[in-house]
């Protein structure tokens, strides 16, 4: 059962998720005059639970039906159990509750594992981990559906900037070669994606603002920063080390237009 694009911007919305890119893009809807309802496991939500839980969903439609759900959540850095509860589960359980409800899903370029080239959303994802295995089949629940997936590069903002922090500390490096290379979007910027997203065509769309090689980002940070940073590099983790170029022509293609670089947001985070 295929869900058509909405032809207008919505005027009620869910999003499952309530941390950083959540909170964000609820306070951007509401200040459109959309009516929002955050539902996640951490207080502060407006419905708090899990939205694997049929039960929850059905509290959550008596105070507010969304045209629109947004998938924001996070497993916050659980295993693979907890993403198929947090992705898999959780969009079954939406589609059982409102079966023609818009879904736009928050992925990751994680799906893409370990290329090492520029990657368009007609890239084949090469050897995933479990966890990217988990996001594709939530993935392809949402597109079968007539949703739409937005596969995120890592995120930073105001709350968190891994790479900015670790460098003010003197912490390693990222881990990789001098050359690869790391993809970045500002939160702000991924709320203005989301909320193209809402309306477009079903589909896959990356969603990346920025690339930069590995040496490059730190010579970066050392100028703007004015700290020397470490100078060795972190070892990578189980999962391997990323190196690829992510391409969002697709959603650039919508009007998205990204409007903060990793420099300016040093810049301000140094002179506030």
């Known amino acids: ?12 919305c869910w999003i499952v998720g309530a941390g950083m890119l959540g909170r964000a893009l609820a306070a951007r809807l509401r200040t459109q005059g959309v009516r929002v309802l955050t539902l996640d496991l951490l207080p502060g939500a407006d419905v708090v639970g899990d939205a694997a839980d049929g039960a929850v969903l059905v509290q959550a439609c008596a105070r507010l039906m969304p045209q629109v759900v947004y998938c924001c959540q996070a497993t916050h850095g659980g295993g693979v159990d907890a ?24 992925s990751s370029t994680s799906v893409y594992g370990k290329v090492s080239h520029l990657v368009t959303e007609s890239t084949e994802p090469v050897a995933p981990t479990e966890r990217a295995a988990v996001l594709l089949a939530a993935e392809s629940q949402v597109l079968s559906r007539g949703g739409v997936v937005g596969r995120l590069a890592p995120l930073y903002g105001s709350s968190r900037c891994e790479v900015l922090r ?35 065509e079903c589909g896959i769309y990356n969603v990346s603002g920025e690339s930069y090689v590995k ?25 391997g080390v990323s190196d690829r170029r992510v391409d969002s022509s697709r959603l650039r293609g919508l009007g998205w237009q990204p409007l903060m670089s990793l420099r300016e947001f040093a810049q301000s985070s140094i002179n506030t």
Not at 83 to 106: E, F, K
Not at 215 to 239: K, Q
């Open 1 to 12: 059962m295929e869900t058509p694009p909405i032809a207008q911007a919505p005027t009620s």
């Open 215 to 239: 040496s490059e980002l730190y010579r970066m940070l050392r100028e703007v920063c004015g700290a020397p940073g470490s100078e060795v590099s972190a070892p990578g983790s189980e999962r």
């Open 83 to 106: 993403y198929r509860r947090a992705y898999i589960d959780v969009v079954a359980q939406l589609y059982a509750t409102l079966p023609r409800v818009r879904v736009v899903l928050c």
């Open 166 to 200: 670790r460098h003010l500390t003197g912490e390693p490096m990222l881990p990789g070669a001098d050359d690869r290379m790391l993809n970045y979007v500002h939160v702000d910027d991924a709320v203005d994606a989301l909320l193209l997203l809402s309306s477009a």
